[in-house]
């Protein structure tokens, strides 16, 4: 199995703040990683596919960059709906695995 | 808009089999795999299997003798049966759209159930 490594586990920040959660594969997974938001009680939302593709209807604040093992999901000014949990995941190989999330809470 | 409506057995006994259903609607059916994802309470995702309209299947190993998923086309639904149920067992288990593409590899979930809260116990 590919396992799916998020830094940090969790983390304070402001309204207004840059956001950065990181995401690494134990393997080369090219670009084909995910990223979602869950809020409590609610189904994950899909943010970005393809490493670096906005979902449709989701702000640009929203980013994702990287290839290979190394992810980085990037929020800019972030705001107060944007306080939940991230996942990414790897589609590159069966089975589908999660990071462990990183919950994004107000400082 | 795509919809995905779930229901099954919220409360099970140790040995006992889970049995879920989603219907989906707003959408085509083929195309896509139809997974099975859980989460239990306070903790992460993991990822059950999928299926697809043919019928085609994968499971994740870690679940893979106990799981099966199957589909109905006629009604545009696939379930999800996993037998010899434990407390480690306990989740919310969510139905969700897979949808691959080239740049995708074997696919995004764009779209998910609301989720059942499986509780197995004594």
């Known amino acids: 199995d590919i396992q799916m490594t998020q830094s940090p586990s969790s983390l304070s920040a402001s309204v207004g703040d840059r956001v950065t959660i990181t995401c690494r594969a134990s393997?080369?997974?090219?670009?084909?990683l995910n990223w979602y938001q869950q809020k409590p009680g609610k189904a994950p939302k899909l943010l970005i596919y393809?490493?670096?593709s906005l979902q449709s209807g989701v702000p640009s604040r929203f980013s994702g960059s990287g290839s290979g093992t190394d992810f980085t999901l990037t929020i800019i000014s972030l705001q107060p709906e944007d306080f939940a949990t991230y996942y990414c995941?790897?589609?590159?190989?069966?089975?589908?695995?999660f990071g462990q999330g990183t919950k994004v809470e107000i400082k | 808009q795509v919809q995905l409506q779930q229901w099954g057995a919220g409360l099970l006994k140790p040995s006992e089999t889970l049995s879920l259903t989603c219907a989906v609607s707003?959408?085509?059916?083929?195309?896509?795999?139809w997974n099975w994802i859980r989460q239990p309470p306070g903790k992460g995702l993991e990822w059950i299997g999928e299926?697809?309209?043919?019928?085609?299947?994968n499971y994740n190993p870690s679940l893979k003798s106990r799981v099966t998923i199957s589909v109905d086309t006629s009604k545009n639904q696939f379930s999800l049966r996993l037998s010899s149920v434990t407390a480690a067992d306990t989740a919310v288990y969510s139905c969700?759209?897979?949808?691959?593409?080239?740049?995708?590899?074997?696919?995004?979930?764009?779209?998910w159930g609301l989720g059942t809260l499986v509780t197995v116990s004594s």
């Open positions: 969700a759209r897979g949808h691959p593409t080239a740049a995708a590899g074997m696919g995004y979930f764009d779209y």
């Open positions: 995941q790897q589609s590159y190989s069966t089975p589908r695995t």
């Open positions: 707003g959408g085509s059916f083929s195309g896509y795999y």
């Open positions: 393809a490493a670096s």
């Open positions: 393997q080369s997974i090219t670009s084909f």
């Open positions: 299926i697809n309209h043919r019928g085609s299947t």
